[in-house]
């Protein structure tokens, strides 16, 4: 069986990584692809982290396409050969007149889980404005959902399966760009990765705005490192490259700003 004790030292959502571990216990057990149910960013990122210590059990993390935040995951023993095809999921749409009453993307989730679905079962929910949304969800939903969710916010809705095909995903628009600094501290990095000045960017750190890797940061202090996400609430995404020191010993950092 897997150190599950050591695995979990040090884990800040212990209860849905343990409940990852039983998953991957099955897995080696049976040897048989085993799936959890969506996991948020947080999540994933820890146990990614921490199953990357082990050399027996292969991870895959899929939401239905390349940006989705909420995934479910599959675990196998390494020699059973695993991809996106076997981590089953399902689109549904959910067609309405909007134009009238705006809902957000809280409001479609407040709905979905109103029909007495946990969360656990949704995965990323893609606002399309009046026409409504589309969501991902797993398999065993499609029937419930597509005969409970009738309405949302005061919309009448229309609910029905599609095809990944048809999901209507804008991809991030996306800006690289290198920087130099005399040191790896959040505030500098991130300031100049964002585009606005170092005292602004250390009062949105200080305010509780910044997340890196899904955790909150608030120390503009706190050093970055290569392969760190970081994420302003309101700006978007911004991606540690590669670091390198030059001759005048300062930092030369590469980065990747998602919109």
């Known amino acids: 069986m897997l150190p599950r004790e050591d695995l979990l030292k040090g884990v800040e959502n212990r209860e ?28 994933l990122f820890e146990v990614q982290r921490i199953f990357g210590k082990l050399t027996d059990i292969e991870l895959l993390a899929w939401g239905g396409y390349p940006q989705a935040e ?8 390494l020699e059973m050969p695993l991809d996106n095809s076997h981590i089953e999921l399902a689109a549904l749409d959910i067609a309405g007149n909007f134009l009238f009453d705006t809902a957000t993307h809280r409001d479609f989730l407040g709905s979905i889980l109103g029909t007495g679905i946990v969360r656990e079962k949704v995965g990323d929910i893609i606002v399309l404005g009046e026409r409504g949304a589309q969501v991902i969800v797993v398999p065993e939903m499609v029937e419930f959902l597509t005969t409970s969710l009738t309405q949302v916010r005061s919309v009448a809705v229309k609910t029905r399966q599609i095809d990944f095909s048809e999901l209507k995903i804008r991809p991030p628009k996306k800006k690289e760009m290198t920087t130099v600094e005399a040191s790896l501290r959040l505030d500098a990095i991130a300031s100049a990765g ?18 890196i890797n899904w955790k909150d940061i608030t120390q503009a202090s706190y050093n970055v490192k290569a392969g760190d996400l970081i994420s302003v609430r309101g700006k978007g995404r911004l991606e540690i490259g590669e670091v390198s020191v030059t ?13």
């Not at 602004?200 to 509780?208: E, L, P, Q």
């Open 70 to 77: 909420r995934q479910r995951l599959g675990l196998a023993r």
């Open 194 to 211: 964002f585009g606005m000045s170092r005292s602004k960017m250390a009062n949105v750190i200080t305010a509780g705005d910044v997340r």
């Open 16 to 43: 849905e990584v343990a409940r990852v571990i039983d998953k991957a216990e099955q897995a080696v057990r049976t040897w048989e692809i085993v799936l959890t149910d969506f996991l948020s960013p947080p999540v």
């Open 247 to 259: 001759k005048k010993q300062r930092y030369r950092v590469n980065l990747v700003r998602y919109k």
